[in-house]
Nanobody, 126 residues
């Protein structure tokens, strides 16, 4: 059973920092990309940052320069370092992983699969 488990959320004051971790287990094939999303109350889930297997990262404009995504391919773990936090960063943060499409012998294709964690709450007070 594949699992993504986030940790590191909590409550901080504006200007503070938090580091989120996402540990994966049970994903059979290599992970192509990992990402962090967030969802604030009453709002849609939004993409915060993504990182590919080779380490290429992309960020939402709202977090550029403040957040850094990283991953450990050997441990299939992703991190999100969040600095200079603002009250508008308050949300439930979700980890996302996409496994690689694999072609097996006899032309058996295993498609990409998307996995989600259960989320971790981040609250930033002013």
């Amino acid at each position: 059973q594949a699992q993504l488990v986030e940790s590191g959320g909590g409550s901080v004051q504006a200007g503070g920092s938090l580091r989120l971790s996402c540990a994966t287990s049970g994903i059979r094939f290599s992970i192509k990309s990992m990402a962090w999303y967030r969802q604030a109350p009453g709002k849609q889930r939004e993409l915060v940052a993504t990182i590919s297997r080779d380490g290429s990262a992309n960020y939402a404009n709202s977090v550029k320069g403040r957040f850094t995504i990283s991953r450990d391919n050997g441990e299939n773990t992703a991190y999100l370092q969040m600095n200079s936090l603002k009250p508008e960063d308050t949300a439930v943060y979700y980890c996302n992983a996409v496994s690689m499409r694999v072609v097996l012998p006899h032309d058996v294709t295993i498609p990409e699969r998307t996995y989600w964690g259960q989320g971790t709450q981040v609250t930033v007070s002013s």
